[in-house]
């Protein structure tokens, strides 16, 4: 479980990129949500929790409570990552303003920096 949603989450990545570089913020936004939500479930599974099912709240509710908060494995500043990724992706698919070019890239960085945190901490 682990490999397959860590690769989704590089694929997410990527596809983030490719939207960015090309002017797409709104699908950059959706994509850098994705990537995160993706490399959490990873890092959730690399540490033996895992679900069957994929519920975005309880993901963010474990990763941020059992990996940040209780077993230290991230850093604090990775308790927030997800809710703000889901909140600005809302705004992309739901919402009739576009995000920015300037909050597409600080959401590209966000979720860029906490893939490799936990491909890093997935290969040790």
């Known amino acids: 479980m ?16 490719i939207c ?3 002017g797409l913020y709104n699908a950059c936004a959706n994509r850098t949500y994705d990537a995160a939500l993706h490399a ?15 519920n975005h709240g309880q993901v963010q509710a474990d990763f941020s409570g059992e990996l940040i908060k209780r077993r230290k494995v991230y850093p604090s500043r990775f308790r927030s990552c997800l809710p703000d990724l889901q909140f600005v992706r809302n705004q992309a698919d739901y919402s009739s303003e576009d995000v920015s070019r300037k909050r597409a890239y ?8 906490l893939t490799g945190f936990v491909e890093k901490e997935i290969l040790k």
């Not at 682990?2 to 990129?17: D, I, P, V, W």
């Open 2 to 17: 682990k490999t397959e949603f860590s690769a989704k989450a590089k694929e997410n990545l990527t596809a983030a990129r």
């Open 106 to 113: 600080k959401r590209l960085s966000l979720s860029e920096e």
């Open 40 to 54: 959490a479930v990873a890092a959730l599974a690399h540490r033996g929790i895992k679900r069957d099912k994929i």
């Open 20 to 22: 960015f570089e090309n």
